[in-house]
Structure formats: C-alpha cells, structure tokens
C-alpha cells in the first residue's frame, strides 16, 4: 500500500489477519460444597467403605464441557453451561492412629455452572477447511455461535468428609409388596473452592499495521555434545539444597495429581 511507505510510524503496511475478539468476559470464584466424589471400581469402594480417616492429597480440574444456548428475546447474549470433571485424590485410613497404614485413591467430582454472556449475532454460515466443508449449526436459525473458553485454576480443596449413608428398604416393584435391604455404606464428599474467567469470542478480520516478517535471530543447535558436556552446562540448582522462605511458598503454584513432587 503505497499510502503508508512514508508514515511516521516505521511500518511497512496494513495487513488482515483473522483474529478471536473476545466480546465478553467475567471472572468468578466458586465455593462448591459437597461434591459426591465417584470411584470407579470395586476396590476403591471397598476401601472407602473400611476407612474412619480421610483426607485429599491434591485436586485437580480434567475436562470442561459447554454447552451454549441464544437467550430468547435477548439477541446477542447466550446461556453458557460449563460442566468440570475434578479429578480427586484421596488418602484413606481404617484408623485415626498416625501409625495405621493408608492407602491412596483416585476419584471423580462434577459439577455445572451456568454464565451469560454477550456474544455478538452470527447471522451466516462458517465453513472451514479443517471442519473438511461441514458447518457448524444448532437449528435453521443458529448458524454460527460464538466460541467459548474457560481458564480455570486448579481447586483448593477445602473440606472433605467421610459420610455414612445409614441401611434402608427399598421398593423392588412398583406395588412395592416386596422390599430389600439396602446396607450402609460410606461416601466422601468434598468441598472446592475454584478461581475461572468464562469468555465469549468470535473469529473477526482485524487490520494491524505490520513492520515486515521476521527471520529468527537465534540459529539452531544440534545435541552432539557428550552427556557430560551437556552436564555441565547446567546451573547448579542452590535453591534446591535451602528451605524456602514463606513468600517463596506463596509463589509455588503447586502440582497436579499426576505430578512428581505432588506428595
């Protein structure tokens, strides 16, 4: 463009990209009581049904579901249904002394919270080559929805108790002329409390001025050292060999549950 080979600001021309503008956003903190933490097999149930002490080891969130649905009589705005999947690891006792043995387990939590936010219409049909010509609609009327995101930190757990479901009879029909025995069982539940921003954004063209492409400066090394070699180039970890000091701790972000320093 030869309106901008002298402009005051150095670059060389205006350039289209496609971009994501985010259109809305917000921040929440939730405090999620009583979540029933799920076990998938038999015998970490049993496990849970012996034990008299529990307690988490860390939390973490695995996946994020959404669902987002127009506002009716509200264009532009949509109902986002956002559902975690935790993944829960527990410690678990048959006695409160601190010498019993203890054994660790995995569950599962869920939970779903809803948000509304502002989106933008998209009134026309998006097709992509990566979608190889599908297009992406919900209904005549709702071809191209926004697209939502969820940065979400990892749960604090805040509680976590064991809770004994007392035997009961149920109906075995719906005359319920016969009736078993359903026998006690123990279940944890846990309370997390989560940090996350909901954003809605939709793919847009934007003009941005660019300066000219760019060749990186740094050249590519090939590993043909020696392991010693490469040894040696490492720092000396001193920070390692020191207890850390209390702001150093507040800076740690932690580890998930499959990390190797998640003790």
């Known amino acids: 463009m030869a309106e901008f080979a002298n402009n005051p600001y150095g670059f060389k021309e205006a350039v289209t990209i496609q971009a994501e503008r985010v259109f809305d956003s917000c921040s929440d903190r939730d405090c999620l009581e009583d979540l029933e933490v799920v076990f998938p097999d038999f015998e970490s149930n049993q496990l849970v049904n012996e034990a008299a002490y529990a307690k988490a080891r860390c939390c973490e969130v695995t996946s994020a579901y959404f669902s987002i649905e127009p506002i009716q009589f509200n264009k532009g705005f949509y109902s986002v249904d956002i559902t975690y999947t935790f993944n829960i690891e527990v410690e678990l006792s048959a006695s409160t002394s601190a010498a019993a043995p203890t ?25 992509t080559s990566e979608a190889n010509g599908a297009v992406s609609q919900n209904g005549c009327c709702y071809n191209n929805p926004p697209r939502a995101t969820v940065a979400v930190a990892d749960p604090i757990v805040l509680g976590l108790r064991l809770v004994t479901i007392p035997a009961f009879s149920a109906c075995t029909d719906a005359t319920c002329e016969t009736a078993v025995t359903v026998p006690s ?60 000091s209390l702001e150093d701790s507040a800076s740690n972000n932690g580890c998930g549950c499959a990390g190797s320093d998640c003790k």
């Open 185 to 244: 069982r123990k279940m944890i539940c846990v309370t997390l409390g989560m940090f996350s921003i909901v954003s809605l954004s939709r793919s847009v063209p934007v003009m941005i001025p660019a300066f000219d492409y760019e060749v990186p400066s740094k050249e590519c090394t090939s590993a043909t050292e020696s392991p010693c070699e490469l040894f040696d180039r490492i720092s000396f970890p001193t920070s390692e060999f020191f207890p850390k």
């Open 103 to 127: 054994n660790v387990v995995n569950g599962t939590a869920a939970f779903t919270k809803k948000v509304i936010l502002y989106g933008s219409e998209g009134g026309t049909k998006l097709f």
